[in-house]
C-alpha cells in the first residue's frame, strides 16, 4: 500500500514539474518571440517598401545605346537597391499570359513601351524622396512616364511609426503578463509542499536552509524551460531563414543571440525571485493559517 502512495507521489512530483516547465518554455517561447519580432520590425518594414517598384517607361524613339546608358546610370545610383530592364516584347508576353490572349494580333502593333523596373531603398521610400527622383529622372528627355503606387507609400509611411509604437506596448503588456504567469506557475508548486516548509521551520531549520533547496529546484526548472524555448526560437529562426531568405532574420547575429541570451536569464531570474518570495510567505504563516 505504501509503495503504491509513493508511486502516487512520485507521479504528482512529476506531473507538477512538467506543468512548471512547460509553462515556463510557452511564456518564455512567445516572449521570445516577440523580442525577435521586435529587433526584426524595421528589417521586416524595410523588405516590404523595397518590394514596391517604380517604373520607367520610355519613349519609342529610345534605342538601345539610351537605354543601355540609362541601365548604366542606375548602377551608381544611391537610391535603387536593384532594377530590372523589361523589353516591350517582354512585356507582351506577359500580358498575354495575363489576358490569356494575343492582344498583338487585334491591334496589329506592340503599344508597349521598353521600360525599367525599379525597387528603391527603403530610406527612400517616401514621397518627398521620390518626387526628387522623379525631378532628377525625367530630365532624360526619352523617359516618357514614371509610375508608382503612391498611395501605397504613404499608406506605408504613415502607419510604420503607429505599428511600432503599439509593438512597444505590446510589448511591454506581454512582458509584465509573463512575469505573472511565471510567478504564478512557481508560487502554486511551492503552495503544495507548504506542509513541508512549515516542518522543517517547526523543527528548527533557519529559513535561508529552508529556501535553499526550493530556490535551486526553481532555478533548475528556469533553466529546463528557458533551454527549450531557446532550441524552439532557434527552429524558428532557421525555418524563416529557409523559407523567407529575403528577410534576412539571421544577419543580426549579436541581437538574435541577446535575445536568446534574456530568456535564459529571465526564466531564471523570474522563477528564483518567485520562489524566494514564495517560500518566504509561508514560512512567515501561522501554522493555523496553512489550512
Known amino acids: 500500500m505504501a509503495s503504491n502512495f509513493d508511486k ?10 512538467f506543468t512548471v516547465v512547460l509553462s515556463i518554455f510557452l511564456v518564455l517561447f512567445l ?13 521586416l518594414s524595410d523588405n516590404f517598401k523595397e518590394e514596391i517598384a517604380m517604373t520607367i517607361f520610355f519613349k519609342n524613339e529610345a534605342n538601345d545605346s ?31 499570359k495575363v489576358i490569356g490572349e494575343d492582344f498583338m494580333k487585334f ?19 517616401v514621397n518627398d524622396s521620390i518626387t526628387k527622383i522623379q525631378r532628377r529622372l525625367r530630365k532624360n528627355e526619352m523617359i ?22 503599439w509593438i512597444l506596448i505590446i510589448s511591454g503588456v506581454f512582458a509584465f503578463v509573463s512575469v505573472l504567469l511565471i510567478n504564478s506557475s ?15 521551520q517547526m523543527v528548527g531549520a533557519t529559513k535561508s536552509f529552508i529556501r535553499k533547496p526550493f530556490i535551486i529546484r526553481s532555478i533548475t526548472l528556469g533553466i529546463i524551460g528557458s533551454v527549450l524555448a531557446i532550441i524552439a526560437l532557434i527552429g524558428v529562426l532557421i525555418y524563416i531563414q529557409a523559407n523567407f531568405p529575403n528577410l534576412g532574420i539571421m544577419d543580426d547575429q549579436v541581437l538574435i543571440g541577446l535575445v536568446l541570451l534574456g530568456v535564459l536569464v529571465l526564466g531564471i531570474v523570474i522563477t528564483s525571485i518567485s520562489t524566494f518570495f514564495a517560500t518566504q510567505r509561508f514560512l512567515n504563516l501561522r501554522t493555523d493559517d496553512l489550512y
Do not use: C, W
Not at 31 to 43: A, E
Not at 186 to 200: D, G, P, Q
Open 8 to 17: 502516487f507521489q512520485k507521479r504528482r512530483v512529476i506531473t507538477s514539474y
Open 31 to 43: 516572449l521570445g518571440i516577440l523580442g525577435l519580432f521586435v529587433i526584426n520590425s524595421k528589417r
Open 144 to 165: 516618357a512616364d514614371i509610375v508608382y503606387d503612391k498611395q501605397l507609400v504613404t499608406l506605408v509611411n504613415d502607419n510604420v511609426e503607429n505599428i511600432s509604437m
Open 186 to 200: 512557481m508560487r502554486l508548486s511551492i503552495y503544495a509542499n507548504r506542509f513541508i516548509i512549515k516542518t522543517m
Open 66 to 96: 539610351v537605354l543601355k546608358a540609362f541601365g548604366e546610370e542606375l548602377k551608381t545610383a544611391k537610391f535603387a537597391k536593384n532594377f530590372v530592364y523589361v523589353s516591350k516584347e517582354k512585356a507582351a508576353k506577359e500580358h498575354m
Open 107 to 125: 491591334l496589329g502593333v506592340n503599344p508597349l513601351q521598353n521600360s525599367y523596373d525599379i525597387h528603391l531603398k527603403a530610406d527612400y521610400v
